[in-house]
């Protein structure tokens, strides 16, 4: 393993989340009852619906061998570890990725793909299906919002995916979803553009 134990701990700040402050129970509880499969899970919802706490806590609560990979955090691995001169080590990096019990990537709505980071995506994520390793995600966009983010070429392939191998949960469906989820596309679309 190349990815540290201390890489592999749910940091303190999460495990501090108590279920009765989190502003969506009910998502939480959906979270919390996610049994072990090669299923895993799709939570979506605005900004500070919970959905980052929910998803640590079940893996706090499970003892799993689990990595998160947060943000832009695939991107730029992929970039400082193939940079010449970089750390290196991308390839051993990436097997890790694929053999841990659960992989989480947080805010994925986050990832700014270039061509090598959405194709390498594209096979990390494949690898766990095929060998029935399940994947966790949390986004600020529901998944074909965030297929729009894809090219044409792996568009179809990731989306199709993730909906088979996630199950998807809403959060925050009590505020105000519809603004929020505009809100969301329209500073997507300026951050993207
Ligand atoms: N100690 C706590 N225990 C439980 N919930 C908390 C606690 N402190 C704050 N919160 C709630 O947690 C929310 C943030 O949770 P979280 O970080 O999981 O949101 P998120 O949906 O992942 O947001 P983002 O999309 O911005 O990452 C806050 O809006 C607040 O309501
Ligand atoms: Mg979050």
Not at 36 to 58: A, E, H, N, Q
Not at 105 to 129: A, M, P, T
Request: net charge negative; proline share 4%; glycine share 8%.
């Amino acid at each position: 393993m190349v990815i540290t134990k201390a890489e592999r701990d749910v940091p303190d700040f999460y495990k501090k989340t108590d279920p009765k402050l989190l502003p969506d129970y009910s998502a939480f509880e959906m979270v919390s009852t996610w049994t072990w499969g090669p299923v895993g899970l799709y939570c979506y919802g605005p900004s500070g619906s919970g959905k980052s706490r929910s998803v640590y806590r079940l893996i706090e609560s499970q003892g799993w061998d689990t990595v998160v990979v947060t943000g832009n955090e695939f991107q730029s691995e992929l970039v400082e570890r193939n940079r010449p001169g970089g750390i290196g080590g991308w390839d051993d990096w990436l097997s890790d990725l694929r053999h841990l019990d659960v992989l989480y990537f947080d805010d994925v709505s986050k990832l700014r793909f270039s061509d090598r980071c959405e194709s390498e995506f594209h096979s990390l994520l494949d690898y766990r299906i095929t060998h029935e390793y399940p994947t966790f995600f949390t986004s600020e966009l529901s998944i074909d919002d965030f297929g729009q983010r894809i090219s044409d070429d792996n568009r179809a392939g990731i989306t199709r995916r993730i909906k088979e191998f996630c199950q998807p949960v809403r959060f925050g469906c009590g505020m105000n979803w519809t603004d929020n989820e505009e809100y969301i596309r329209q500073q997507c679309e300026r951050e993207f553009a």
